[in-house]
T-cell receptor
Framework: GENVEQHPSTLSVQEGDSAVIKCTYS??????FPWYKQELGKRPQLIID?????GEKKDQRIAVTLNKTAKHFSLHITETQPEDSAVYFC?????????????FGTGTKLQVIP | NAGVTQTPKFRVLKTGQSMTLLCAQD?????MYWYRQDPGMGLRLIHY???????AKGEVPDGYNVSRLKKQNFLLGLESAAPSQTSVYFC?????????????FGPGTRLTVT
């Protein structure tokens, strides 16, 4: 089955700096790659996603890049702010018999230091 | 419009006790999922349902049962709780329209088994 690895597990950056989180996946048939943000004690919420037919997507300070050949994708947050502090999860999704199976990474705890 | 709700929010069980977690949604989504979240392990799929009356096993189904008697409700049961089932449980839903892959999570249930 699909295996998703996420690095780093923790990341500290100064406010205003950029943060990059990287994920790799194993199944080349994966076609959808969402990123979720989870604040302490809260539910995961989708912040950005990318389909396999797109190489890059941007939404204000957040961008995601996908390299299908290397089977890795990354989350980029620019001009970080304290409210960006949270745990971020990547995921890879594959169509399995009509059902979209999602495998999550293990998460990255991002701390933005004011 | 409540979205996805879960009851209870917190629960403490003794080993061997049973309980049922309820996930309810008013989004008219066909797909519903139960995940567990443990430190350092991300979200792991327990069971899922692609529609009323259907259920299927996910990645870690042992020790759990589910039922989807109504489209809007997805129940997760623990027949004989074990300390290894101490976790935070999240329900999620997804629409079935082609290309709609985003999952919407409930607020979570924190379960402790002593």
């Amino acid at each position: 089955g699909e295996n998703v690895e996420q690095h780093p597990s923790t990341l500290s950056v100064q406010e205003g700096d950029s943060a990059v989180i990287k994920c790799t996946y194993s199944d080349s048939a994966s076609n959808y790659f969402p990123w979720y943000k989870q604040e302490l004690g809260k539910r995961p919420q989708l912040i950005i996603d990318i389909r396999s037919n797109v190489g890059e997507k941007k939404d204000q300070r957040i961008a995601v890049t996908l390299n299908k050949t290397a089977k890795h994708f990354s989350l980029h947050i620019t001009e970080t702010q304290p409210e960006d502090s949270a745990v971020y999860f990547c995921a890879a999704s594959i169509n399995s018999g009509g059902y979209q199976k999602v495998t999550f990474g293990t998460g990255t705890k991002l701390q933005v230091i004011p | 419009n409540a979205g996805v709700t879960q009851t209870p929010k917190f629960r403490v069980l003794k080993t061997g006790q049973s309980m049922t977690l309820l996930c309810a949604q008013d989004m008219n989504h066909e797909y519903m999922y139960w995940y567990r979240q443990d430190p350092g392990m991300g979200l792991r799929l327990i069971h899922y349902s692609v529609g009323e009356g259907t259920t299927a096993k996910g990645e870690v189904p042992d020790g759990y049962n589910v039922s989807r008697l109504k489209k809007q409700n997805f129940l997760l049961g623990l027949e004989s709780a074990a300390p290894s089932q101490t976790s935070v449980y999240f329900c999620a839903t997804r629409a079935t329209q082609a290309g709609e892959y985003e999952q919407y999570f409930g607020p979570g249930t924190r379960l402790t088994v002593t």
